[in-house]
């Protein structure tokens, strides 16, 4: 059953309805909130408020076609507004082994090669974990979430410009550590 259909079965009086959306974008939200905070009691909490605040303002939501992409957006403010008030560590790495983050760095084959690219790896993971909060948060969002620039300054009220900055900073942050440790020479690339 489409997402469009669901709500309607919803905001027309169905309440139990709104448990197929939960099923459907629970563990998918969970990898994203995973993505934000290093907690998983934590990622865990923001879902389940994601979806109670999704419940409540349903019938605010204008693109019903456009559900989990809404609910997405609501359950990262929340994981950005509980990041500010605790500031909690940030974390590029997911449950899921997704790599979107080092996509950049090159493959090796042989064995001293493929141990060069786990340290790098995890390098790579340190430096964002140790980026100032405004930074992290931007890059984590681009880089692992894939969000568009819009969608980043969007979701956190800053301007473009802002978020291209603050993208840029992060990234030669990185670059410039991981040039310190003569670690990048030629294998990564900062696009």
């Known amino acids: 059953m489409k997402d469009t259909a669901i709500i309607e079965k919803v905001l027309a009086g169905d309440s139990q309805a709104f448990e197929m959306l939960i099923l459907k974008y629970q563990s998918k939200l969970f990898a994203t909130s995973m993505n934000v905070v290093k907690n998983r009691e934590l990622a865990e909490d923001i879902v389940q ?3 109670m605040k999704a419940f409540m303002k349903l019938d605010s939501l204008k693109n019903r076609e456009q559900f989990y992409p809404w609910l997405k ?5 929340i994981a950005l507004n509980h990041f500010e008030k605790e500031k909690r560590v940030m974390d590029v790495e997911n449950d899921d082994e997704e790599t979107s983050f080092f996509d950049n760095i090159g493959s090796g084959e042989s064995p001293e090669e493929l141990t060069l690219k786990e340290e ?3 390098y790579v993971r340190n430096y964002v974990d140790s980026l100032p ?3 992290r ?3 984590v969002l681009r880089e692992v979430e894939d969000m568009s620039y819009e969608e980043i300054a969007d979701m956190m009220n ?3 410009g802002t978020v291209r900055s603050r993208l840029f900073n992060a990234r030669q942050i990185i ?5 310190n ?7 990564y690339q900062i696009s």
């Open 175 to 179: 670059k410039d550590r991981l040039i």
């Open 137 to 139: 948060v931007v890059i």
């Open 73 to 77: 957006r609501i359950a990262l403010n």
């Open 158 to 160: 800053i301007p473009l």
């Open 133 to 135: 909060d405004k930074l």
């Open 181 to 187: 440790q003569g670690l990048a020479d030629g294998m």
């Open 120 to 122: 790098l790896h995890r």
């Open 49 to 51: 408020e994601a979806f």
